[in-house]
């Protein structure tokens, strides 16, 4: 069944029977069940928004001139921010542990008013879109470092994962999927004010409204689509530390069959 004649209620189970989730812990999922019906894999890209490291010290330009004391805010210790983090860290000091005692979890939203408070506890803020774009609004906010910078180019912030066993009864599905991502890409990139207030009807702000929404889309435009980017340079550095013991040669090598002619990396 081609994508353009999947009925809506098929395509709505679809989407609930797939995950969003970022790529290091796909990739970790793939080998746990490599060769089961239950191995994750891929049946589209959704963003490669990237993540943006912040501080409010005005003499910290990279990792290396945060001080011992000085606390980084992620979201958790499982998000693609600590991954990015250690990354840097390998490369700048030697060492891709070496501020893991200055990794502090924050929400969003608690990181950034600290962040933004003079007296708060933060001197780093690895943040994602749209707290990225309230945070540098204030001019004491500056960027160290972004995720193209530390793998040099763009990499998958969320991806979408079915398992095997899904994927070989519904095989249409990623192709689906996909498309239905790249129409929804299509709108972002072409009308930004649209895509903002389709947002907000589904995801409500107190702080946003469709003009501020559409402001971000506009800059990150280019950022969303069903191609899978940057899975060498997170299935290398897990490969390196042990998480994964077998990592993927190849990009190829995670995602469904109907995504093997995308233009991904």
């Not at 990792?63 to 606390?71: E, G, I, M, N, T």
Request: aromatic share 6%; proline share 8%; charged share 20%.
């Amino acid at each position: 069944m081609a994508a353009s004649t999947l009925r809506p209620a098929s395509l709505t189970a679809a989407v609930t029977r797939s995950c969003s989730i970022s790529t290091s812990p796909l990739l970790a999922a793939w080998e746990k069940g490599r060769d089961a019906p239950g191995q994750i894999f891929v049946v589209s890209g959704l963003t490669t928004l990237p993540p943006v490291l912040l501080t409010n010290r005005p003499e910290v330009h990279s990792l290396a001139d945060f001080r011992p004391a000085d606390r980084i805010a992620l979201p958790s210790r499982s998000a693609p921010q600590l991954y990015l983090l250690q990354m840097q860290s390998e490369k700048l000091l030697g060492g891709y542990d070496k501020l893991r005692d200055q990794v502090v979890v924050r929400s969003h939203p608690d990181a950034l008013a600290d962040l933004l408070d003079t007296k708060g506890s933060l001197a780093g803020y690895f943040a994602s879109a749209p707290f990225t774009e309230l945070a540098l609004a204030d001019a004491r906010i500056h960027k160290v470092m972004g995720a193209p910078d530390i793998v040099e180019g763009k990499a998958s912030f969320l991806v979408m994962g079915a398992t095997k066993e899904f994927i070989a009864r519904h095989p249409q599905v990623p192709q689906a999927l996909a498309k239905a991502v790249d129409e929804a890409a299509r709108v972002i990139h072409d009308d930004p004010r649209r895509a903002a207030e389709i947002y907000l009807a589904h995801e409500p702000s107190k702080t946003l409204d469709a003009a501020a929404v559409a402001a971000i889309l506009v800059d990150l435009k280019d950022e969303f689509g069903s191609a899978v980017r940057g899975v060498g340079a997170f299935a290398d550095f897990m490969g390196r530390h042990g998480e994964l013991k077998s990592p993927p040669q190849s990009w190829k090598e995670i995602v469904a069959p109907a995504l093997l002619n995308t233009p991904s990396s």
